[in-house]
């Protein structure tokens, strides 16, 4: 079955520090792999998307890895800030597949 | 240029309603999905409509059901309401053969069944 695990469930940390979200899934057949924001109650903004011939993204304080071959991707955000306080998703599209399929989140909250 | 749109943003049905949900997807945007989230959880895939016809179909049973208009606007039904049907319905819309195929997804429709 292929799934998408998200580790930890929820995480609190002070402003300013750096963190790490973690995704991980079970097919190393992968056609794209996306990571999300959410707001409550809100609908999902893209963050960053890696292509399956890609290692990582980069786009201003994130950073989201992909390593296939483990089953992993990560997403780094540098200098955390309350504004980033949200549902982070990670999700893959499998090879052969339209749909995405999503992990239940990571919540973040910001402690300023 | 706008964005996903979706109507209505709440909707409350009882058991046993029928209910329609509609989205227009981005500008120049021709593929539509639809995503159920129950609380808590990640959505889940119900469907992706391309060029008026059901491509691809998740694990939902046949109560749920959409369509696409000439225009790429989609709407998703859902007959006979369960209280489990409650949820967060998302649309999501991407332009096919991109070969980047990223999704922008609407605000959602929230769905409470009494």
Not at chain 1, 83 to 96: K, M
């Amino acid at each position: 079955k292929q799934e998408v695990t998200q580790i930890p469930a929820a995480l609190s940390v002070p402003e300013g520090e750096n963190l790490v979200l973690n995704c991980s899934f079970t097919d190393s057949a992968i056609y794209n792999l996306q990571w999300f924001r959410q707001d409550p109650g809100k609908g999902l903004t893209s963050l960053l998307l890696i292509q399956s011939s890609q290692r990582e993204q980069t786009s201003g304080r994130l950073n989201a890895s992909l390593d296939k071959s483990s089953g992993r991707s990560t997403l780094y955000i540098a200098a955390s800030q309350p504004g980033d306080s949200a549902t982070y998703l990670c999700a893959v599209c499998y090879t052969g597949r339209r749909a995405l399929t999503f992990g239940s989140g990571t919540r973040l909250q910001v402690q300023p | 240029d706008a964005g996903v749109t979706q109507s209505p943003t709440h909707l409350i049905k009882t058991r046993g309603q029928q209910v329609t949900l509609r989205c227009s997807p981005k500008s120049g945007h021709d593929t539509v999905s639809w995503y159920q989230q129950a609380l808590g959880q990640g959505p889940q895939f119900i469907f992706q409509y391309y060029e008026e016809e059901e491509r691809q179909r998740g694990n939902f049973p046949d109560r749920f059901s959409g369509h696409q208009f000439p225009n790429y606007s989609s709407e998703l039904n859902v007959n006979a309401l369960l209280l489990g049907d409650s949820a967060l319905y998302l649309c999501a819309s991407s332009l096919v053969g991109t070969g980047n195929e990223k999704l922008f997804f609407g605000s959602g429709t929230q769905l409470s069944v009494l």
